[in-house]
């Protein structure tokens, strides 16, 4: 615990304060003279090795580099694509689900590579968070809408879940994590429009609870194309229940529900059960139909 007043003085001298101060202020984690820096940094990274359960032997996955092609007013992933208006400030998001068969098992994950779905799409939407807050600051609202078959998506969860506690799967799911945090943080109005059509399952659908607003259409707009699609569904997995909490450390369910306890506790009944748009609202995961 760093106490208010420290912080407050530290932000306001133009000189800083000395490492000792820091340490005992905990502003620091740790204080080692120059001549046994580098010595310290390899203690503690050493120490942290030794907590890990991941096997001395075990290889990883070589995060090859992102296939992006970035136009004027548009960026193009393998599964995300960004379209930008600039006269409305928006980058509409259409994020794509899984188009083939998922590897199963840790040891085809790892085969699989940097292509494994849920580890190429977070890695897509964390390069897209930042090329946008860095070099589109003006964009300030951002939609988003998906494409695909929920089943699949929902398959990737169940495999995610099914293998947490192998160092890999934990891994990927700590990737997400890290990026839908650092979506929440992102200081800009979030949109969800969930369709006929989409994907908002599992991991894809803490978009919808990470929005300002979603919107889910109720039924089929025939004029739109939209007869052949499967009507708008969403659907919760166990990962939406505290694998992905957000930085108070709380799931956005529970920061949704924080006030309705029996509200957040009788959405686990309804885990792996598609959600059409009454449903939905029901329940409280959607802000409008």
């Given at each position: 615990h760093v106490r208010r007043d420290h912080p407050d003085f530290f932000c306001t001298t133009s000189e800083g304060i000395r490492g000792k101060r820091a340490l005992e202020w905990k502003l620091i984690d740790d204080l080692a003279p120059r001549s046994r820096f580098d010595e310290v940094i390899h203690e503690r990274a050493q120490a942290y090795v030794e907590q890990s359960?991941?096997?001395a032997d075990a290889v990883g996955i070589a995060l090859t580099p992102l296939q992006?092609?970035?136009?004027?007013?548009?960026?193009?992933?393998e599964h995300l694509a960004i379209e930008i208006d600039r006269n409305l400030d928006l980058a509409a998001f259409v994020i794509s689900g899984p188009q083939s068969p998922?590897?199963?098992?840790?040891?085809d994950i790892q085969a699989a590579?940097?292509?494994?779905?849920?580890?190429?799409?977070?890695?897509?939407l964390d390069d897209a968070i930042l090329h946008l807050r860095f070099n589109?600051?003006?964009?300030?609202?951002?939609?988003?809408?998906?494409?695909?078959?929920?089943?699949r998506v929902a398959e990737a969860d169940a495999i995610l879940h099914r293998h947490a506690g192998h160092w890999l799967v934990r891994e990927i799911v700590l990737y997400w994590k890290r990026t839908l945090k650092r979506l929440d943080v992102s200081a800009r109005s979030l949109l969800v429009f969930i369709e006929p059509g989409s994907c908002f399952a599992g991991l894809l659908c803490e978009l919808v609870l990470a929005a300002d607003r979603s919107y889910m259409l109720d039924g089929i707009l025939e004029e739109d194309g939209q007869a052949d699609l499967p009507p708008a569904s969403i659907q919760l997995s166990p990962?939406?229940?505290?694998?992905?909490?957000?930085?108070?450390?709380?799931?956005?369910?529970?920061?949704?529900?924080?006030?309705?306890?029996?509200d957040f506790e009788r959405l686990q009944d309804h885990i792996g059960v598609p959600l059409d748009a009454g449903a939905a609202e029901n329940?409280?995961?959607?802000?409008?139909?």
């Open positions: 359960d991941r096997p992006r092609t970035v136009e004027a007013d548009r960026i193009r992933y998922l590897p199963q098992t840790p040891e590579g940097a292509s494994f779905w849920p580890l190429a799409l977070a890695r897509e589109e600051g003006e964009i300030g609202t951002w939609s988003f809408r998906s494409v695909g078959d929920p089943v990962l939406n229940f505290g694998s992905l909490p957000m930085v108070n450390g709380l799931t956005r369910l529970q920061s949704r529900f924080l006030d309705a306890t029996d329940l409280g995961l959607v802000t409008f139909i």
